[in-house]
Nanobody, 127 residues
């Protein structure tokens, strides 16, 4: 299993970025996908998650209304559209995957609950 995140970069406050995470080696539609972020000296924190069907999502309070997670099961890719970026959004963003049964209707929010991780992509928001 491999998760490859991309799309990070430097952006001014108020700007937008779209992160992508390409998955391979797994049956993508059987997995809940998540985005997490981490800054130096802090624990990795949950950002957003999406169930396999793509219509059920959840977000950290700090990004609600600004970030949108989506997925393309045909392309095995999950996206994180980030708008109205703030300097406090600066972090390394990583995508993660956890396999679930078809009838599972919940979400996962903790790092330890995810099975696979991508390498991370750096997002820097300047003030």
């Amino acid at each position: 299993v491999q998760l490859q995140a991309s799309g990070g970069g430097l952006v001014q406050a108020g700007g937008s970025l779209r992160l992508s995470c390409a998955a391979s080696g797994l049956s993508f539609s059987n997995y809940i996908m998540g985005w997490f972020r981490q800054t130096p000296g802090k624990e990795r924190e949950f950002v957003a998650t999406i169930r396999w069907a793509g219509r059920s999502t959840d977000y950290a309070e700090s990004v609600k209304g600004r970030f949108t997670i989506s997925r393309d099961n045909a392309e095995n890719t999950v996206y994180l559209q980030m708008n109205s970026l703030k300097p406090e959004d600066t972090a390394v963003y990583s995508c993660a995957a956890v396999r679930v049964l078809a009838y599972f209707r919940g979400f996962y929010y903790r790092e330890s609950e995810y099975d696979y991780w991508g390498q991370g992509t750096l997002v820097t928001v300047s003030s």
